[in-house]
């Protein structure tokens, strides 16, 4: 039941975008983003919890796609603080159940 | 006061000892949860509290004991831990239960424990 996302790893430029997607098995209620940095907690981004919502900001959004049980993290115009693990949550209706998704290790260099 | 405190931030522990790791919000979060997290995985869900109650427990041994004092506390005591066990312990708060959570969580930022 947890969640899948892709890609495993990405290598950037600064200035350049990316999107890392996270899909379930499962209905999804609400859809988490957080970023973690090597030894560091992981920090809250943004929380999605209406299919077809979008939300953002800065240069990072995301959206939610209830249909395909997925949601997508863009990334545009990356900088160098933008590197970290970025981890998918997600809560399916049934199971009262809060997921991590498998994660995505973003490096962004100069 | 908008974060989540946990300590010790490291702890060396042999297969024999009992300790305990603290974890404490001023938040006014309802919620409170342990994780475990092993390198380069996600956190895994061990143990959630609503309003002070232990409602979920993922199936975790034995020798890892929750314990919920009041709303701005939560411990975990350990007891003949096994090596394997050696991991990020993170602990972290939400506004609300799990199934009407309308935010996110807030982490703290974890003990390192090392079981020898």
């Known amino acids: 039941q947890q969640p899948v996302q892709s890609p495993q790893a990405v290598i950037l430029r600064e200035g350049e975008d990316a999107v890392i997607n996270c899909s379930s098995s499962?209905?999804?209620?609400?859809v988490h983003w957080y970023r973690q940095k090597h030894g560091e907690a992981p920090i809250f981004l943004m929380i999605l919890l209406k299919g077809g919502e979008q939300k953002g900001h800065d240069k990072i959004s995301a959206s939610f796609n209830e249909k395909k049980q997925q949601s997508s993290l863009y990334l545009t115009a990356s900088q160098l603080s933008y590197s970290g693990t970025y981890f998918c949550?997600?809560?399916?209706?049934?199971?009262?159940?809060?997921?991590f998704g498998t994660g995505t290790s973003l490096t962004v260099i100069p | 006061d908008t974060e989540v405190t946990q300590t010790p931030k490291h702890l060396v522990m042999g297969m024999t000892n009992k300790k305990s790791l603290k974890c404490e919000q001023h938040m006014g979060h309802r919620a409170m949860y342990w994780y475990k997290q092993k390198a380069k995985k996600p956190p895994e869900l061990m143990f959630v509290y609503s309003y002070e109650k232990l409602s979920i427990n993922e199936s975790v041994p034995s020798r890892f004991s929750p314990e919920c004092p009041n709303s701005s506390l939560l411990n975990l005591h350990l007891h003949a831990l096994q090596p394997e066990d050696s991991a990020l312990y993170l602990c972290?708060?939400?506004?609300?239960?799990?199934?009407?959570?309308?935010?996110?969580?807030?982490f703290g930022s974890g003990t390192r424990l090392t079981v020898v």
């Open positions: 972290a708060s939400s506004p609300n239960v799990p199934d009407r959570e309308l935010h996110g969580y807030t």
């Open positions: 949550g997600t809560y399916i209706y049934t199971g009262n159940q809060f997921y």
């Open positions: 499962k209905a999804l209620y609400s």
